[in-house]
């Protein structure tokens, strides 16, 4: 099949051959003929020499690159793409459906299929547009999804209105592709929770922090656990199975603590460790007192843009200063970023500076990143997000 053609200016086809998956609208020289948002284009040096194939849109990412060899954009291509994501998934021993049925199949670049983010949730596949070549893609990509998973998966789940570019005015609706209303527990590790992908953050619940929360399960025997943006309480439950004396949540939204309720319930029935609180962060960690020795601290991005960075810094600055204030000695701090546009120095940094204002000794234990099915693509590093430190504090 032949596709619309992008010419690129001298010298910009260099990051391309070195197999980065982006064309910046300012690397381009002219089109064949102008190609409307979502279509196929190919990508060619300014001699007509072929390059790749990948979904053009309007904005300073022009292109996102599906094959850097010419084929066929189609149901097979799909399905390939998703089998080699799924192949990768089984072979970290996350697919077996009674201990674990919850991960991310597609994470966008890292798995070759960027603008695209596909979480499994038991029979449940909720996927997330972020380009318009994809969100045009759904329905194909929601037939390859049943025909490589088989049937494991019984409803597809499509929840873009708030991912794609509104400049591009699709009008996307949150919708089921494939099946319909279907129970909403799933199994992370063995623990149960509930997963509210129609109205919840994300895809319903942040599968990035799994092996995380593995972690802090065996730091938390007889300890007080504070967990801060708790969202549903993923971090709240694997603590109590190991073992805290008391679990604290909180979360702005009370929303988010009703579910962080009901999940502490389904795994944890009648258990009086746990108690939630709907409060702003900051207001909580301003009145509480010293009687935490664990704290996780995981809020939500607070830059999404690099103009808002500095004030973002300062925000995980001021974060981490009120844990180090209030933590009792010998305890430990989880810290996270989720903000792509923050590197791992810059959050570094932010925490030194706040360890330093309280004037506690602070030792790094362990360095944190995403997990395995959130791969980064080695010719993509923009693609590593989540950034973690684990902190003993005397």
């Avoid at 380009?131 to 873009?160: E, F």
């Amino acid at each position: 099949m032949t596709y619309s053609k992008i010419y690129l200016k001298p010298g910009k086809e260099e990051s391309l051959q070195r197999f980065h998956p982006w064309v910046f609208s300012g690397a381009i020289q002219r089109f064949e003929k102008q190609p409307e948002e979502g279509d196929i284009v190919e990508v060619a040096d300014n001699k007509g020499n072929f390059i790749a194939l990948g979904h053009y849109q309007i904005g300073s990412i022009a292109v996102r690159i599906l094959s850097f060899e010419p084929t066929t954009i189609d149901l097979d291509f799909f399905k390939n793409r998703l089998m080699t994501a799924y192949e990768l998934r089984k072979s970290i021993g996350l697919t077996d459906g009674d201990y674990n049925n919850t991960f991310r199949l597609v994470h966008g670049e890292g798995d070759n299929l960027p603008g695209l983010i596909i979480d499994i949730y038991d029979q449940t596949a909720v996927m997330q547009a972020h380009s318009p070549g994809m969100h045009y893609a759904r329905h194909i990509l929601a037939d390859a999804i049943i025909q490589v998973l088989g049937n494991h998966i019984k409803n597809v789940y499509y929840k873009s209105e708030t991912t794609l570019p509104y400049k591009a005015q699709l009008d996307p609706e949150n919708e089921y592709l494939i099946g319909g209303e279907a129970g909403n527990i799933a199994i992370e590790y063995g623990l149960k929770f509930h997963v509210d992908w129609l109205k919840g953050q994300k895809t319903g619940f942040f599968v990035d922090q799994r092996e995380n929360r593995a972690l802090l399960e065996r730091y938390s025997k007889g300890r007080s656990v504070l967990n801060m943006f708790c969202y549903t309480g993923g971090f709240s439950f694997y603590a109590m199975r190991g073992g805290a004396k008391l679990v604290h949540s909180v979360d702005s939204s009370a929303k988010a603590i009703d579910l962080t309720c009901k999940n502490v319930e389904l795994n944890f029935p009648g258990d009086t460790r746990h108690k939630a609180f709907a409060e702003d962060a900051f207001k909580f960690l301003d009145q509480m007192g010293d009687q935490y020795d664990l704290i996780i601290l995981d809020p939500p991005a607070f830059a999404k843009h690099r103009k808002v960075l500095h004030n973002a810094l300062q925000g995980y600055r001021k974060l981490n200063a009120k844990a180090f204030e209030k933590i009792k000695p010998g305890g430990i701090i989880f810290t996270f970023s989720c903000s792509q546009v923050v590197s791992k120095e810059n959050f570094r940094l932010a925490v030194f500076s706040a360890a330093a204002q309280s004037g506690r000794r602070v030792r790094i234990i362990h360095q944190l990143t995403q997990p395995a099915d959130h791969p980064v693509n080695i010719y993509h590093p923009e693609g590593e997000y989540l950034k973690g430190l684990v902190l003993y504090v005397e």
